[in-house]
Every structure is written in C-alpha cells, then in structure tokens.
C-alpha cells in the first residue's frame, strides 16, 4: 500500500503515452545495390544506391499503411519467420522493414524481397503501392 501511494505522489496518476507510428522504412540490399523506402505521415523518400526522389503522401495513404498495422505487435516484428531464403545465395535481395514510433524503433527480421513474413505482406504492399504513379514505381 505504502509503496503505491509513494509511486503516486511521485509520478501522479497520469496513464502511459500513446505510441504512435511517426514512419516505416523498407530497404532492399544485395551486393552492389541499396535501396530504401522512407515514409512518414506526408511524404515518401525513395533512396536507391545514394540518389533521393521525394514526393507527397496523401493522408489516405498514410492510413491505409497504419491500418496495416492493426493486427501486428510491433515488438513480435523481430521475431516472425521468413518463408524463403534466397537471398542467403545472392538469390534475392535481402529486405527490412524498420518501424519507428514515438517511443521506440522496431525492426524486423530479414526477409526476401518478394516474399516477406506473412503478417507483413499487407505493410509492404501498401508501401509499394504508395509509388504507383511515380518514376519510382518499378523499383520496388
């Protein structure tokens, strides 16, 4: 009892902050190839081999990449399993997707470029699908 009335006269009663997504980070490597996909909640930075595209995000964008998200515990994200592995012989990039919130950055185990863990299909493509209509479309 003592120690709980001490926590709330030093702490108070405030309830713990909310851990919002600020950005999703998608990158492909290889031997001599590097790309990143960077989004936050209003623009998509493309990086591949040093060279920058930027270009605008829509909030409906944004949202459909979140509500990715819904059914995901960001904390398991390092844990779920790869269902193939050709890019341990040169076979396939080998991708991550870095997720970073207010409170922490999560990452993800690495993966196939083309074929991520199950609960992160949905978070890929809606990121992929942010490029359609850019000259950045057909590199991811």
Avoid: C
């Avoid at 790309?35 to 990086?47: C, H, M, P, Q, R």
């Avoid at 950055?105 to 699908?129: C, G, Q, R, W």
């Amino acid at each position: 009892m003592y120690k709980f009335l001490l926590f709330v006269i030093l702490f108070g009663t405030h309830s713990l902050p909310t851990e919002t997504i600020k950005s999703v980070e998608l990158s492909y490597q290889t031997r001599g190839m590097q790309k990143f996909l960077i989004i936050n909640a209003d623009s998509i930075e493309v990086k591949i081999n040093g060279k920058i595209a930027n270009y605008k995000l829509t909030k409906n964008q944004w949202k459909k990449i979140l509500k990715t998200f819904d059914k995901v515990k960001l904390s398991t994200i390092s844990k779920l399993k790869r269902p193939t592995t050709k890019s341990f012989y040169d076979g396939a990039f080998i991708s991550q997707l870095k997720v970073i919130t207010n409170l922490k950055e999560y990452e993800s185990v690495n993966f196939d470029h083309d074929a991520p863990p199950t609960a992160l299909i949905k978070t890929v493509n809606a990121m992929k699908s942010t490029l359609v209509g850019t000259e950045s479309k057909h590199d991811f």
